[in-house]
């Protein structure tokens, strides 16, 4: 089994990236860090997350709660309630946690156990503010990570504003950090995500379970889906988080294309934005247009996400939510 560490912020479809990596890999630890709420919230939420699920031997650290760069927003603005509410996991009524988070930081957690453990791969669902503390706290994990399987960012369009996806505009120098890091990243951004909707007929199959995990998981995406189709209309809410897991699942179920990805940190209207240069992709039907275009930028490059087979990863996920009580 593929061993990773899950930082996440939940969030609705955190609890699902946890969900799905608990039943395929082995998970030696979740960090938590400020994203979707705040990080006592998120925190409290993944607790409650693992109890539910009967995972409480994986241990919990507490990460960082603001972003190394404050984005150019009040940072009240950050905790958007609008998708996942005033808890970050609004939905199903879950009981308070009795198991706790444990003694060490996340970003040393992170450290520790990276340095301790072979072929470990990171799987960011939140704002990249721990992963990127850890790098800079401790540079020799560069070249003992496996890799780092994120969700963040986008091909084109943003979701928090016209450029920029919501875990990278949090924390947009966190980003640069981690994708100008030299660790092989793949990056799950919307462009991706959004082609796995949950739609009302998702919840019905994760409903019919009948199992604790499948009716929890059920109440979340009611709710997660029911803000979305409020909010913008939508038939259905992307499950961004567990695309981020996938890949170290089952390979073959994302499309990846190499590319050169830049962090936007200081653009006018396009802080947070993830810059991609995919010129090498375009149909211009001039042969050399690709060459230049990968001659164009230095590594390293992102494997950036294209496509996703969304039939498959809604059997993959519904069939894990099955083994659980
Ligand atoms: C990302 O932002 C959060 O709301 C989700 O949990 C996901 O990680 C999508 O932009
Ligand atoms: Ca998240």
Known sequence: MKKVIIDCDPGHDDALAILLAAGHL??????TVGGNQTLEKVTNNTLKILECAELTHIPVARGMGEPLMAP???????????VHGTTGLDGPELPEPDIS???SHGVDFIVDTVMSTNDVTLIPTGPLT??????????RIKDRLAGISLMGGNLAIGNVTATAEFN?????????IVFSSGVP?????????????????????????NNRVGTFVADLLDFYVGSIKRLYGLPGGALHDPCAVVPLINPQMIQFEPMRVAI???GEHTTGMTVCDYRHLQDSGNAD???????????PYTDVGLKINRDRFFDLLIETLATYP
């Open 130 to 139: 721990n992963v990127a503390s850890a790098l800079r706290r401790e540079p």
């Open 26 to 31: 082995d998970v030696l630890g979740i960090t």
């Open 264 to 266: 936007e940190r200081y």
């Open 101 to 103: 988070i444990i003694a």
């Open 72 to 82: 150019r927003i009040d940072t009240s603005d950050i905790h958007g309630p609008d």
């Open 168 to 176: 990278i505009y949090v924390d947009p120098l966190a980003a640069h």
């Open 185 to 209: 990243v793949k990056m799950c951004g919307i462009n991706l995500t959004r082609q796995v909707m949950a739609t009302d007929v998702e919840i019905g199959r994760i409903r019919s379970l």
């Open 289 to 299: 247009f690709r060459t230049i275009a990968r001659r164009k930028g230095a590594p």
